[in-house]
């Protein structure tokens, strides 16, 4: 067999598995095109009642209904915080996500009502930043979540134990946070008050 003939015959081997790759990357380039369409369609987004945190996904239709005219009080334990001292903390901000989803889904606010009880290594995230800054080199990074939050009617509530054993004194409190007995008393309290308690 001579060059030239070798050359074709390889051309012709070769060609089948060219095509079969270029009909694949078509297939793979349709179907990337159209996870992009999806994602864009479907993007979470924040408020109405806190704007800038508490970003949420709509759900279209689900079969599990909500019902607007229930009143929906939850009550979140915040113990865990972040390592990284300049993050915010995602736990805080699931408070930010329940009024926002519910506000979403066409609960009025009135009907939405949220407290935290903060302990434990989130005390941290309850100090002012002025505070902070003594402490950790920079600014709170929950501050401004913590005073949207109460400013849409939230309730912060701190562990006075937590307050003590680790330091971290009321004068130090971003405005509007309460100080507690400690935060087994206010959880007890506000379950008694109809709060639903959320843990995660």
């Known amino acids: 067999m001579n060059n030239a003939t070798r050359v074709l ?3 012709n081997i070769f060609r089948p598995r060219t095509v ?15 996870l992009q ?5 479907q993007t979470k987004e924040a408020g109405p009642i806190i704007k800038d945190y508490g970003k ?12 607007p005219s229930k009143k929906y009080k939850a009550v979140f334990d915040i113990m865990a915080s972040p390592e990284n001292q300049e993050a915010v903390n995602a736990t ?7 009024l926002n989803m519910h506000a979403q889904s066409g609960v009025p606010k009135e009907n939405l009502k949220v407290a935290l009880v903060v302990h ?20 709170n990074p929950n501050q401004a979540l913590i005073k949207a939050l109460i400013a849409a009617g939230g ?13 971290f004194p009321k004068e130090d409190l971003i405005d509007g946070v309460q100080l507690s007995l400690s935060a087994m008393t206010a959880l007890i309290q506000l379950q008694d008050e109809g709060y639903r308690l959320i843990k995660f």
């Open 9 to 11: 015959t390889n051309l």
């Open 20 to 34: 079969r790759m270029k009909k694949n990357f078509k297939i793979v380039f349709i179907v990337l095109l159209f």
């Open 37 to 41: 369409i999806t994602l864009t369609a």
């Open 56 to 67: 949420v996904w709509a759900i279209e239709n689900p079969d599990f209904k909500i019902d």
């Open 92 to 98: 805080i901000e699931t408070a930010a996500r329940f």
């Open 120 to 139: 434990n290594k989130a005390s941290k995230d309850v100090i002012t930043s002025e505070a902070y800054q003594i402490k950790y080199g920079s600014d």
């Open 155 to 167: 309730q912060i509530i701190f562990c006075g134990q937590s307050s003590l054993s680790r330091d």
